[in-house]
């Protein structure tokens, strides 16, 4: 029960356990719930303590679904840190109604719900209701009822007190005041009863010079009685009754009877099972009331009640049905771990409570209350989504709720997209000797957290990691650049210790093959100057269509522009009328896929003799001076 006394009133629930190290959002630590109320005139506050990581900075107040902000009588204070509050300077009847508050970090989607604190203002009319004088008859022996008719609204805790005249009337075993604040006179014995009556009404929890209002005079005609026997009745039989137990610690279940000229005895059975006047919770000392006090904890007081009025003689009786209303308590809450679901699994969570009356429940994430629709359905205190995406994280409630306030259950859903591959590694076909390259990249919710090769299932040889960054938590990459000498099974292993399905794998075959083969068909050439001459190699291992084919003369790479008396095709060089300058080396050289390979052959050209004739004159005295010719052999 959340009363209001002669003190403003805080709210203030501080946390007794401290949250997990998992809750990603704003949460409201043991926020104050159920029914408040509050005196007309009087300040009172409702705080709640609130925590998260990030700490929550986007905190709103709402009243009856509405969003509310400070005005002159209503002051939103987040001086306290962690406390929030919201402070009625005043509070007047146009307050009433039910508040909670969303607390969220700036920016971040999920959000938390508080209870609801209902919000009752009692007050006390200034006039009383005077439009119906009461004048009650009673005959010499029987009962009476005077009624006090109180213009009191949600009353907390009134005091009600009658006087006769202007004498006070001190309750006793022959009349008592009753729970709403009738004067009731269980036998009136003798005229001198009849007078006028008035009744008066505190509740203290008020504004002073507002706390205390006196009713009209109440008239009491006692009449003769003429009977000398009359038999045991129940003049006013037990009613129905549905208490709140917030506002209410005790209350009575009233059974008048009547009878003369001994009044009877009554006996209290609840369900059936006789009330021992010994009982701490009822108070039978009375003989025409049960008075009985709520407990706290434990049990419950609710139930059948039956009064048995008995003179010796004859025995009547009465029976009534007590419900306890109180707010709904949480019996079985949502994990309070992180609920992991894999995307498009299926989501099932529960929440039950007890309470009279029996909880209604809404379901709420992020602090938005949820609807079905055809992935979502809700059963009452059960919530089902189908086909889970990562829409659906977030901070899930539920609220199970009556008129007596609300309780919640705070859950955080994660929702995790397996691992999978963005790039897988592809089947390569590399020379034998050269670096084959292989490139991975896998994402997921949470994301890839490491990325391994495997060769064969070891680990590859000679290998260099070039590692990228993490892209948002999603996508991880680190290529393979790495020198093979056998066939294999290149494995790329990415894996996430925090992600339901940990790890997986993609495979490639790297396949090694040999470089180009290069073979001249003759390697040492004789011909003839002035003769044509072809050099031919052949290339093998490789495709012959993709070569690419390259001749030099010494270190001299050839192209027929160069000299029009060479033809370059793939493997073969025609050389036309060679001369003894086309005599030396020559290398034939394949390239294949960045591999290259040659052959060389050497050619020698033969040259044919040469004659030249040269003149002389010999010029000379005497008989030796004539001319003459010589020849020369080459």
């Known amino acids: 029960m959340l009363l209001l006394n002669q003190t403003p009133l805080l709210l203030l629930l501080l946390a007794t356990s401290t949250l997990g190290s998992w809750w990603p959002t704003a949460q409201l630590i043991d926020p104050p719930s159920g029914i408040l109320i509050v005196g007309e005139g009087r300040p009172a506050s409702i705080s709640f303590n609130v925590d998260g990581d990030p700490f929550p900075r986007d905190k709103k107040w709402f009243k009856d679904g509405k969003q509310i902000t400070s005005t002159a009588s209503i002051l939103i204070d987040e001086s306290g840190g962690n406390i929030q509050k919201l402070q009625f300077n005043s509070i007047s009847r146009s307050d009433e109604g039910t508040y909670y508050t969303i607390v969220k970090n700036v920016g971040d989607p999920e959000a938390s719900k508080s209870p609801e604190v209902i919000v009752k203002v009692s007050y006390l009319d200034a006039i009383w209701d005077t439009s119906t004088p009461q004048i009650v008859d009673a005959r010499v022996g029987e009962f009476a009822v005077l009624e006090c008719r109180p213009p009191a609204h949600f009353g907390a805790n009134p005091k009600f007190k009658w006087s006769k005249g202007n004498i006070p009337i001190t309750e006793s075993d022959s009349m008592y005041i009753s729970e709403y604040g009738n004067l009731v006179i269980l036998q009136v014995a003798f005229q001198h009863f009849a007078s006028d009556y008035r009744c008066s009404i505190t509740i203290d929890s008020l504004k002073e010079g507002y706390q205390t209002r006196q009713g009209p005079a109440v008239a009491l005609r006692v009449l003769d009685n003429s009977a000398s026997y009359i038999p045991p009745e129940i003049a006013m039989k037990p009613v129905d009754l549905n208490i709140d137990a917030q506002i209410t610690e005790s209350f009575r279940v009233e059974c008048v009877v009547n009878g003369y000229p001994n009044l009877p005895s009554i006996r209290w059975y609840k369900d059936s099972v006789h009330i021992s006047a010994s009982s701490v919770i009822y108070d039978i000392q009375k003989r025409n009331y049960l008075g009985i006090t709520i407990p706290r904890s434990g049990g419950t007081v609710g139930g059948r009640y039956r009064c048995e009025a008995y003179d010796g003689t004859n025995t009547v009786y009465a029976s009534a049905t007590i419900d306890i209303n109180t707010k709904p308590i949480i019996t079985t809450g949502l994990p309070t771990a992180e609920v992991k679901k894999s995307s498009g699994s299926e989501l099932e969570v529960a929440c039950g409570a007890t309470s009279t009356p029996t909880p209604s429940y809404r379901w709420y994430k992020n602090a938005i209350l949820l609807q079905e629709n055809i992935n979502t359905q809700i059963n009452g205190g059960k919530l089902t989504v189908y086909h889970v995406t990562t829409m659906n994280k977030g901070v899930y409630q539920c609220e199970a709720y009556n008129d007596q306030g609300s309780s919640i259950s705070t859950g955080m859903i994660v929702i995790q997209e397996r691992l999978t591959f963005v790039i897988r590694p592809q089947d390569d076909e590399v020379y034998l000797g050269t670096a084959a390259t292989f490139n991975c990249m896998g994402k997921g919710n949470p994301g890839p957290t490491s990325l391994q090769w495997r060769f064969n299932g070891g680990t590859p040889p000679d290998t260099h990691h070039f590692t990228t960054n993490i892209v948002n938590q999603a996508t991880y990459t680190i290529p393979l650049v790495s020198t093979f000498e056998k066939n294999g099974r290149i494995s790329c292993i990415i894996s996430s210790p925090d992600n339901l399905y940990p790890s997986d794998t993609a495979t490639a075959i790297l396949t090694l093959r040999e470089g180009p083969q290069v073979n001249a068909h003759v390697k040492d050439i004789v011909q003839k100057e002035g003769m044509n001459v072809d050099l031919v190699c052949t290339v093998h291992n490789v495709d012959t269509t993709t070569v690419e084919w390259k001749w030099l003369f010494g270190d001299t790479l050839l192209s027929e522009p160069d000299d029009d008396r060479i033809t370059i095709n793939p493997g073969l060089l025609e050389i036309r009328q060679i001369t003894d300058a086309d005599q030396g080396t020559y290398t034939c050289q394949a390239d294949d896929d960045g591999l290259s390979n040659q052959d060389t052959i ?33």
């Open 602 to 634: 050497y050619l020698t050209v033969e040259t044919r003799p040469k004659i030249s004739l040269e003149s002389s004159i010999r010029i000379g005295q005497g008989a030796d001076a004539n001319p003459g010719w010589s020849v020369v052999f080459n």
